[in-house]
Nanobody, 119 residues
Framework: VQLQASGGGLVQAGGSLRLSCAAS????????TGWYRQTPGKQRELVAA???????SYADSVKGRFTVSRDNAKNTVYLQMNSLEREDTAVYYC??????????????WGLGTQVTVSS
């Protein structure tokens, strides 16, 4: 299983970006999936997540600005980021919990995509 993220880049404060993350491989379903971010010297933090049933959760700092969604037919999770702030600058990682045919579900991570917000 591989997760391939795309959509990062450089944007001015107040602008928008949309991240996408497609899972490939032997996948029958995806449990919770979503996005984390990390800046130098800090721990990776949850940005937004969405369950298989469509329930969402967000970090307080992005509520009202970011929207997580998923397309189960495409095994893809999205992060729509609006009203971006300099503090949103980070490497964004997609994550997916995927059930295995044998054993417990496993956690997979994408390589990360850089988001830089300039003032």
């Amino acid at each position: 299983v591989q997760l391939q993220a795309s959509g990062g880049g450089l944007v001015q404060a107040g602008g928008s970006l949309r991240l996408s993350c497609a899972a490939s491989g032997s996948i029958f379903s995806i449990n919770t999936t979503g996005w984390y971010r990390q800046t130098p010297g800090k721990q990776r933090e949850l940005v937004a997540a969405i369950t298989s049933g469509g329930s969402t959760s967000y970090a307080d700092s992005v509520k009202g600005r970011f929207t997580v969604s998923r397309d189960n037919a495409k095994n893809t999770v999205y992060l729509q980021m609006n009203s971006l702030e300099r503090e949103d600058t980070a490497v964004y990682y997609c994550h997916a919990e995927i059930p295995m045919l044998r054993g417990a579900a496993q956690h997979f991570w994408g390589l990360g995509t850089q988001v830089t917000v300039s003032s």
